[in-house]
T-cell receptor
């Protein structure tokens, strides 16, 4: 149990366009979901905390107008990278919490050209 | 400030060698501790966790970790590593009672030579 999926797993977009990444908890309800960014050979950096039905809480230094997060239901959270630029290229990972334990999606590789 | 620190950034071992990866945390209040593993091309998986009780925690794949409160440490151990243990290892923590927001350590790359 406790499976989290992400879609797409890999996306390439042109600079200036927007990209939406979906995170779904498949077999549990995640009141809270987290979005992370991971650079090659580095740790996960928490971007924001997403609570179902309310506004996301962003970590210091993360632009909320650039990284739009919507937690529409207990099983779905989306991250939209708006007006993407090459420096936004990264690996984005979501995590859903159940009983204080976090389960992670497989990640989405975003490449902005 | 809350933080998690991993001292070993890159560890290279031969098969059957013993492993110990260091993790120290800085947290006010009660803390829950985790070790995650990320195999090449795969998502993060939970190895083990400590919430309370016996400070020696056993996890999957023969891993264990010991919570030493006086040292603010939660080191990961395995008596005999295998080539398949080659992966990234992350120590993480969150304050008990919160929403589960995790603070990750920098990660340790373990390379096991056959």
């Amino acid at each position: 149990g406790a499976v989290v999926s992400q879609h797409p797993s890999w996306v390439i977009c042109k600079s200036g366009t927007s990209v939406k990444i979906e995170c779904r908890s498949l077999d549990f309800q995640a009141t809270t979901m987290f979005w992370y960014r991971q650079f090659p050979k580095q740790s996960l950096m928490l971007m924001a905390t997403s609570n179902e039905g309310s506004k996301a809480t962003y970590e210091q230094g993360v632009e909320k107008d650039k990284f739009l997060i919507n937690h529409a239901s207990l099983t779905l959270s989306t991250l939209t990278v708006t007006s993407a630029h090459p420096e936004d290229s990264s690996f984005y990972i979501c995590g859903g919490t159940r009983a204080y334990e976090q389960y992670f999606g497989p990640g989405t590789r975003l490449t902005v050209t | 400030a809350q933080s998690v620190s991993q001292h070993n950034h890159h560890v290279i071992l031969s098969e059957a060698a013993s492993l110990e990866l260091g993790c120290n945390y800085s947290y006010g209040g009660t803390v829950n501790l985790f070790w995650y593993v990320q195999y090449p091309g795969q998502h993060l998986q939970l190895l083990l966790k400590y919430f309370s009780g016996d400070p020696l925690v056993k996890g999957i794949k023969g891993f264990e970790a010991e919570f030493i409160k006086s040292k603010f440490s939660f080191n990961l151990r395995k008596p005999s590593v295998q080539w398949s243990d080659t992966a990234e290892y992350f120590c993480a923590a969150h304050g008990s009672g919160n929403t589960g927001k995790l603070i990750f350590g920098q990660g340790t790359t373990l390379q096991v030579k056959p």
